[in-house]
């Protein structure tokens, strides 16, 4: 029987706007209707503006390749970022994003990929001498890949094991996901440029956030750098704009760490987590992915150049980006008027393309609900363009897509292949929106070494 993975309830009509706030406070899954998984556009007018959701991949690539200039992220989701990202890479905006853009591309360039994975590796081959003394007890899921997903971000940018600041920076994470990362409506409402009420704690937040990464920084920079890079922060160190030959200033280049940090840890936790929860569902489905991965011999020296031949795991990577897509919504906020199909919208109009739709959407997807690696295996057609983007798409797609993909290759890879994962409670685990897809509990497993 294939596996279908629990989801909440869609409710049957649209919200109302007291639905909707409620929804984004709680489970943002929860603000689209059942209709929204068929239909092609919806759209609400709240408070004198449009909601519009699309679902076309034509009008995706309007919006997000065709006419990028005409929108901008909305007051909402700057909000909530900018205090744990700074005015990095996903914040900017213009002139300064295209230079951020073209300093930090090189540093996740594929040539350092089988850099970054030696220290994945390394990652890996600690999280799994651990789990071996775990073996038959229950394990708290999420945590487990949040450490290792943070050790790897540690090691990849800074050639550090994160012991010392790890713990630290998960409670930092959590408190911030609890307190401060849910918008209220006058977050939505003001411009980014007027503080909202919120906006007090999220600043004071902000102080002891970039203090830690500025220790973190501290430690790095006093170790002399070296002729040939070790990681990301050697090369963003170097880093220079092709085109001006300017560097990173100390603040901007805090503000980069950030943000990778972030990006890079807890997407890939998550998505970790999903896959691994819904491999425990589906047995058979982790018994050919187990197969695979004692097959694939990990070259020590190289383990980048094993990744190509994880093919079925890469497949498992893949469907559970489709149906747990970390970033489950992007909101654009129009600028200047613009047509999308038939509908105008004036400034001001609020578009959601959201990625836990679209991957779920009937019109795009056969038995969108069922967990089915194989539809990502290579002798089956790709899915249409901007019908499946986990990592955004168009000019500012995931700048470490890439390494996000070889890092949970190898990481799925190496656990499965050393471990059966089963569920150690029988409680349907539910996905909630917040600003990454997370469990509604932790939900323990267990380990049993192969």
């Known amino acids: 029987m294939p596996f279908i993975p629990p989801v909440p309830a869609a409710p049957e009509t649209p919200p109302s706007f007291r639905q909707f706030l409620r929804a984004v406070r709680t489970n943002a899954l929860c603000m689209w209707p059942k209709s929204a998984y068929r239909q092609d556009m919806a759209v609400s007018k709240f408070f004198g503006r449009f909601n519009v959701l699309l679902n076309t991949p034509d009008a995706i690539h309007h919006v997000l390749v065709g006419e990028p200039g005409k929108y901008r992220r909305s007051p909402a989701s700057i909000r909530v970022l900018r205090p744990i990202t700074g005015e990095g890479l996903l914040l900017s905006e213009g002139d300064d994003w295209k230079l951020q853009r073209r300093t930090v591309a ?3 360039a594929p040539r350092v990929m089988p850099m970054l994975a030696r220290h994945i590796a390394a990652a890996n081959e600690r999280a799994v001498a651990r789990l071996h003394q775990q073996v038959g007890e229950p394990i708290d899921l999420l945590a487990t890949m949040q450490t290792l997903a943070l050790d790897i971000a540690g090691r990849s940018m800074f050639s550090l094991e994160m012991d010392q600041y790890g713990a630290l920076m998960r409670r930092m994470l959590t408190e911030y996901a609890e307190n401060y990362s849910k918008p209220h409506l006058l977050d939505m409402l003001l411009p980014a440029s007027i503080p909202s009420p919120r906006d007090i704690g999220r600043m004071r937040f902000k102080r002891r956030w970039m203090s830690l990464i500025q220790t973190i920084l ?13 990681d990301i922060f050697d090369l963003l160190r170097a880093a220079r704009d092709p085109e001006t030959g300017a560097g990173f200033s100390a603040a901007q280049l805090r503000d980069q760490v950030a943000t990778l940090i972030l990006a890079g840890h807890e997407t890939t936790a998550v998505t970790l987590f999903w896959a691994l929860l819904t491999l425990a569902e589906a047995p058979e489905e982790q018994e050919w992915l187990a197969e695979e991965a004692v097959g694939v011999a990990i070259d020590t020296e190289n383990p980048f150049a094993s990744v190509a031949r994880l093919i079925r795991t890469r497949a498992v990577v893949n469907e559970t980006l489709r149906l747990f897509p970390a970033a489950f919504t992007l909101v654009r906020e129009a600028i200047v008027p613009d047509r999308i199909g038939d509908l105008e919208l004036p400034p001001r109009s609020i578009v959601f393309i959201a990625p836990w739709v679209l991957h779920r959407h009937h019109a795009l997807w056969r038995d969108p609900a069922v967990f089915r690696p194989a539809r990502f295996m290579p002798d089956q057609p790709p899915p249409e363009r901007f019908a499946f983007m986990p990592f955004g798409a168009g000019p500012r797609i995931c700048v470490g897509a890439q ?47 192969r």
Do not use: H, K
């Open 218 to 230: 501290a430690v790095r920079m006093a170790t002399p750098q070296p002729e040939v890079p070790r």
């Open 403 to 449: 390494f996000a993909m070889t890092e949970a290759i190898m990481v799925l890879a190496a656990i499965v292949g050393q471990f059966r994962i089963t569920r150690a409670d029988t409680r349907p685990v539910l996905p909630v929106g917040i600003v990454t897809i997370q469990p509604d509990y932790a939900a323990p497993v267990r380990l049993t070494s």
């Open 106 to 108: 090189p540093a996740l």
